[in-house]
């Protein structure tokens, strides 16, 4: 299975992000979403698991929680805007991978059996920082995540 991860679109979608998520089976959305189009596109692609952030303050944003848990190829996935917020222990919770966004920065960190895992900032390039996304790859007994820089750098 593989999963597009997405995050701080802030209202834009780009043709990019788009493109490198076809073909995903399921796309996690990990907030500060900026438009509710940005989900309905998304969705023409695959189905969205989608969490709120902190600019999704809107009247149509409460139709989406602050923080999210799915299953999805055998895994069990926590979805947090901003990883500083993570009110569980995800190893104790039975947690397979921590999705978060907000501070714009791709990183995945793998800490015991949890895989940490921001895709970065997919709207508006922010300072000098990489236009990003990512995709995981979900097989028995793997998880491969790959950081997609849409920013050509």
Known sequence: MRIGIISDTHGLLRPEAEQCLVGVDHIIHAGDIGRPEIIDRLRA???????????????WAKAYAETETVSLGGRTFHIVHDVHD????????????VISGHSHRAREETIGAVLYLNAGSAGPRRFKLPVTLATLDVGVGSLSPVIHDLSGH
């Open 45 to 59: 692609i695959a189905p969205v698991t989608a969490i709120r952030g902190n600019i999704d303050t809107a009247d």
């Open 86 to 97: 993570l009110q569980i222990d995800p190893a104790a919770s039975g947690i397979d991978v």
